[in-house]
């Protein structure tokens, strides 16, 4: 036995010493073409064919959903056969999700053909670029099986996979709410609670926006045959505190989306603007919140300023007329244009993934370039108003559990003649103490209706004897 591995292990060190001499003498273009019919000769002889699968595609920023999807299954259906494995937290946080590790061989059937499935990672030469951030190494699965069952593979297995990876992605995958560093995406656990049910306002409309995102959802083949980006955009407008976030919060719940939080002061110009929505996927939410304070895109186009004639200092000193428009460069930290955030929403590229929706919020609409939320950008026009008494019962039943109560009448009325928004009711409705119950919280509102009520009479006659004073004044 001794004397059998040190024999081997002779053989594998004159191996060795030979590789490395012909690594090191022979010339390059030699190596080639030995390289070239040693794969021949390997090709003949050996019965099996290889489909390596990256991580990330060469052309592409995002993660490459094949391999995303041979994770998911292989760690579905095969996890049992890996020695080391890989744990992260599921949807809700309520389990844990086992992925294969690193260089480990899974072995897999079907339909009578074995295969087997190896994970690895190379060092890359230079840093990957893409939205989860940079890696010098890169990651792929290679699939090695007969070339008999190469056309079971190819045309059946993999589809298989594919369908497979994501209806488990679809059902275990934690959402998402991204923010953006740059042109980079970061996220954490979207775990917002909110849904249809628990938001304030009228029946009808929210069945009608319901059914408004329902049908987008399931609409690819009516996109695809009218010959439009699978895509729509929601301007969600109204007061401060009428539940536009909460608003799509609850879309994102309904639909089971990803929320991509666009901060546009964050973004250098068009081009990182461009590169960002590409690395957003399907089945997304983009969110420009309070778009008319964002960047200076509302209204009508201002025209540029005149620029100033250089002082005789700066003519004689060019370091101080140059160090003078660095200054005025640095003061602007985004230079992203309308016309650039216009192509964002229905440009070519707004149809690099299908499935999105877009939305802008804004508190003043009459701001905003008519260009801007026109429909086919903004295709969908949702005002959130104040409080109504529909709106107040849902608050009614989310805080108290109350579906009737005497004091309600009272409400009613006052509601009908003071605006209020829902977030003003619901705080009133918020239990302040472990005693408070249901009769001091509804007190707690007439009271702060009643306040708002005198307030907004009083504002009333303040400006009633503005406009009397000043009409006195242009009489005399």
Avoid at 292 to 306: H, P, V
Wanted: net charge negative; charged share 30%; proline share 3%.
């Amino acid at each position: 036995m001794g004397e059998t591995l040190g024999t081997l292990g002779s053989a594998m060190a004159a191996f060795m010493f030979l590789w490395a001499m012909f690594q090191q003498y022979v010339p390059r273009d030699l190596r080639r073409h030995i390289e070239k019919y040693y794969q021949r000769l390997v090709k003949y002889f050996y019965p099996y064919n290889e489909i390596t699968v990256h991580e990330y595609s060469r052309d592409r920023f995002m993660r490459n959903e094949v391999y995303t999807a041979i994770e998911t299954y292989l760690s579905t259906n095969n996890a049992v056969q890996a020695k080391r494995l890989k744990a992260d937290t599921a949807k809700n946080n309520q389990s844990l999700v086992l992925t294969i590790d690193d260089h480990q061989e899974i072995e897999d059937e079907f339909e009578g053909a074995k295969l087997w499935c190896a994970s690895s990672t190379i060092s890359a030469g230079t840093p990957t670029f893409n939205m989860y951030g940079q890696s010098d190494e890169k990651r792929l699965y290679r699939l090695t099986f007969h070339k008999k069952h190469r056309d079971l593979i190819t045309n059946k297995y993999l589809h298989h996979v594919l369908n497979e990876g994501k209806e488990i992605n679809s059902r275990t995958r934690q959402r998402k709410l991204y923010t953006n560093h740059g042109s980079m995406w970061s996220s954490v656990v979207f775990d917002h609670p909110a849904t249809f049910q628990t938001l304030a306002m009228e029946a009808e409309k929210k069945r009608e926006i319901i059914e408004d995102l329902i049908s987008f959802s399931r609409a690819k083949e009516f996109y695809a045959r009218i010959g439009k980006a699978w895509k729509r955009g929601y301007l969600l407008y109204g007061p401060p505190g009428t539940g536009k976030s909460t608003m799509i919060a609850a879309m994102a719940n309904l639909l089971h989306y990803d929320v991509y939080d666009l901060e546009l002061t964050a973004v250098r110009d068009n081009t990182e603007l461009r590169r960002l929505l590409i690395q957003v996927p399907s089945k997304s939410i983009i969110v420009i919140e309070d778009i008319d304070c964002s960047l200076d895109l509302t209204g009508q186009r201002k025209k540029k300023e005149k620029v100033k004639e250089p002082t005789e200092e700066e003519e004689k000193d060019p370091n101080k007329k140059q160090g003078k428009g660095e200054d005025a460069e640095q003061g602007k930290t985004s230079k992203v244009t309308l016309s650039g955030l216009l192509n964002f929403i229905d440009g070519l590229w707004s149809a690099s993934n299908g499935e999105r929706l877009v939305v802008f919020t804004t508190n003043y609409i009459e701001k905003l370039d008519p260009a801007l939320i026109r429909r086919g950008r903004m295709d969908k026009h949702i005002e959130l108003s104040y409080c109504s008494f529909e709106s107040f019962k849902v608050l009614a039943w989310n805080y108290l559990l109350l579906e009737a109560h005497h004091l309600f009448d009272k409400i009613e009325i006052l509601l009908g003649e003071i605006k209020v928004t829902p977030a003003d009711v619901a705080e009133h409705l918020m239990p302040k103490t472990i005693e408070s119950d249901s009769e001091t919280s509804l007190n707690s509102l007439i009271q702060g209706l009643e306040m708002a009520k005198k307030e907004a009479a009083l504002k009333t006659k303040e400006e009633e004897d503005k406009e009397e004073s000043k009409s006195a004044i242009e009489d005399e």
